[in-house]
């Protein structure tokens, strides 16, 4: 089992459809990550919260909209997603110093875009 | 066996044998690496960690070498097992860059029992 928990393991939405991704983590740590990985790729980097503020985005497009309620939850909010977004969504923490520890990853969502 | 990690993908070594798993990274700012471990339906795993005021780090069956002057990291797995059948990556951090993590590209290594 992992210490990070993202739900729902599974997700099937069309296009036009709204819903969220959820991850949580209890280890105190004040960074939180959201990669996005396509089958036999590495994981690319979408969003980066430092205590509990949006620090990075790497120019993901606006239908993806991360939200961090507090220090223990990450969640993605999703709407009007492409067929080209299906993928693993993985969530990530840390600390906020990365020299501090490593990354530590749930097993992600795997979203599937009609 | 050995992979060259960006440029042979994929690496196939006898239980038993050692493998060496390779990454060369671009950013000569970044004094912070790691190497994950990812299996089908999860998500990537910690394995070790190496700073750059290091440039060998031991673990568990494991070593990571890193060499700064050619931007090189590999991760050496002895005794290879069946469970370590899985796709490696390394990640680097720049120091001046907060706390992105840049992934390699990856190297699938099998284990032939």
């Known amino acids: 089992d992992t210490e990070v928990t993202q739900t729902p393991k599974h997700l099937v939405m069309g296009m036009t459809n709204k819903k969220s991704l959820k991850c949580e983590q209890h280890?105190?740590?004040?960074?939180m990550y959201w990669y996005k990985q396509k089958a036999k790729k590495p994981p690319e980097l979408m969003f980066v919260?430092?205590?509990?503020?949006?620090?990075i985005n790497e120019s993901v497009p606006s239908r993806f909209s991360p939200e961090c309620p507090n220090s223990s939850l990450l969640n993605l909010h999703l709407h009007a997603l492409q067929p080209e977004d299906s993928a693993l969504y993985l969530c990530?923490?840390?600390?906020?110093?990365?020299?501090?520890?490593?990354?530590?990853f749930g097993d992600g969502t795997r979203l599937s875009i009609l | 066996g050995e992979s060259v990690g960006l440029h042979l993908p994929t690496l196939s070594v006898q239980e038993g044998d050692n493998s060496i798993i390779n990454c060369a990274y671009s950013?000569?700012?970044?004094?912070?690496f790691i190497w994950y471990k990812q299996e089908s339906g999860k998500g990537p795993q910690f394995i070790i960690d190496?700073?750059?005021?290091?440039d060998k780090r031991q673990g568990q069956r494991v070593t990571v070498l890193l060499n700064k002057t050619v931007k090189h990291l590999s991760l050496q797995i002895a005794a290879t097992q069946p469970g370590d059948s899985a796709v490696y990556f390394c990640?680097?951090?720049?120091?001046?860059?907060?706390?992105?993590?840049?992934f390699g590209t990856g190297t699938s290594l099998t284990v032939i029992p």
């Open positions: 919260y430092s205590y509990e503020k949006l620090s």
């Open positions: 990640a680097e951090n720049p120091h001046n860059t907060g706390n992105q993590f840049y």
């Open positions: 990530a923490s840390s600390q906020v110093d990365p020299g501090l520890g490593p990354q530590h």
């Open positions: 280890m105190g740590h004040r960074a």
């Open positions: 950013n000569s700012a970044s004094d912070y």
């Open positions: 190496i700073r750059s005021n290091m």
